[in-house]
Structure formats: structure tokens, C-alpha cells
């Protein structure tokens, strides 16, 4: 089973607007991360949040954390073209080390 | 300072044959990790390199997949033999130093697309 599903799957918005992902997790976590990951390159790490915190800003991201619903969401505020890509969120258990990847949402932000 | 790379950046080979990914993390960099994603479905984890030892390797779906990483440096996957569900792009990521329960940022590559036909 998937620790952690995005959605929406795809989401397409015009350039200003902003853009809303969420995330759901199935167990207890330590750290909710968001990852991006444009056409053809690696992920990159956008922001982390720990399990003892509601909310984080980064710039023009805002993250939220409800640890009881088990969800995350991740906002783009004022998007750009260059924002085009998909995202991921990744959860961190217990005392390993690994990531747990959701499926991911592709943005597509139009001029 | 040179990211995580990954050689073949693709790979497309027929059922039956073998493939070498290779993995080359930041300098310095203790920890070495292998994730694959399967076309439409998450990424996974596949297993985690502690220096050249094993530390995990829960993710590794059969015996087709030998990963190593002789003198703790750079690392390889090998799949073989391939088989057509192996098709998917194939990621690296590396972080610093162990310490048990430290919250080390992965660094990833930019994956290995691998297509078995």
C-alpha cells in the first residue's frame, strides 16, 4: 500500500494563480518533505516539516502538516512557468533513513 | 560543488540481458541511496548504503538486483537478468554522515530511465 497519495494527480493553472497539492500518509511519521522534480532532471528538496509542526513558509511555498487527518498540503503561491513539475511529498518513520514517495502531482502553469 | 550523477542517463536493452546502472554521490558523502519508479507509480525505495556496508536493503524487489559499493564511494545497481516490469527510472540520492536518527537531506540524481523490451 502507498504510505503517501497525492492529489489532485494533475493540475493545471495560469500563471499568478496559486497552486494547492495535498498529500495523505497511512502511519506515524517523524518529517513530511516536498520534493520537485522537473522533466528529465532529480529531485529537488523543497521544504521539510516535522511531525511537531503545523506550518512552514519557504519563499512563495507554504506547507501545512495535520498530523491526526495524517495530510500535508503544499501551496505555490503567485506560480510561474518555470513552477512546472511534478511534486512530491515524502514521509520519514521510526529511526530509518529511507524516504516514502507518494505518486506525485504534475503542474502545469501556463502563461 | 558536483551533484549526485547517474550513468546511462538511459538504457534501453531487450528482456533476458543486463544492465549496470552507476551512481556517483556528493564527495563526501556517507550515506548512498537507490529509488526506482515504476511507470505511474510512486517512487520506492530500493536500498541504503551506510559507507560500503549495507544498511537496508528491504526495498530490493528479488534476487535479479545486486547493488554495490566497493571502497564506499561510488555505486552500482545491476539487473539481471532484466525482465520487462523493470522498465521504470532508477534514482540515486546521497546525504551525509550516519548519525541515528538525524534528519540528513537527500540529495538526488537525475534517475537512469531504464526500458526492458
Known amino acids: ?111 | 560543488e558536483a551533484g549526485v550523477t547517474q550513468f546511462p542517463s538511459h538504457s534501453v536493452i531487450e528482456k533476458g540481458q543486463t544492465v549496470t546502472l552507476r551512481c556517483d554521490p556528493i564527495s563526501g558523502h556517507d550515506n548512498l541511496y537507490w529509488y526506482r519508479r515504476v511507470m505511474g507509480k510512486e517512487i520506492k525505495f530500493l536500498l541504503h548504503f551506510v559507507k560500503e556496508s549495507k544498511q537496508d536493503e528491504s526495498g530490493m524487489p528479488n534476487n535479479r538486483f545486486l547493488a554495490e559499493r566497493t571502497g564506499g564511494t561510488y555505486s552500482t545497481l545491476k539487473v539481471q537478468p532484466a525482465e520487462l516490469e523493470d522498465s521504470g527510472v532508477y534514482f540515486c540520492a546521497s546525504s551525509q554522515a550516519y548519525r541515528q536518527g538525524r534528519v540528513d537531506e537527500q540529495f538526488f540524481g537525475p534517475g537512469t530511465r531504464l526500458t526492458v523490451l
Open chain 1, 1 to 111: 500500500s502507498q504510505q503517501g497519495e497525492e492529489d489532485p494527480q494533475a493540475l493545471s493553472i495560469q500563471e499568478g494563480e496559486n497552486a494547492t497539492m495535498n498529500c495523505s500518509y497511512k502511519t506515524s511519521i517523524n518529517n513530511l518533505q516536498w520534493y520537485r522534480q522537473n522533466s528529465g532532471r532529480g529531485l529537488v528538496h523543497l521544504i521539510l516539516i516535522r511531525s511537531n509542526e503545523r506550518e512552514k513558509h519557504s519563499g512563495r511555498l507554504r506547507v501545512t502538516l495535520d498530523t491526526s487527518k495524517k495530510s500535508s498540503s503544499l501551496l505555490i503561491t503567485a506560480s510561474r512557468a518555470a513552477d512546472t513539475a511534478s511534486y512530491f511529498c515524502a514521509t520519514r518513520t521510526g529511526t530509518a533513513s529511507k524516504l516514502t514517495f507518494g505518486t506525485g502531482t504534475r503542474l502545469q502553469v501556463t502563461l
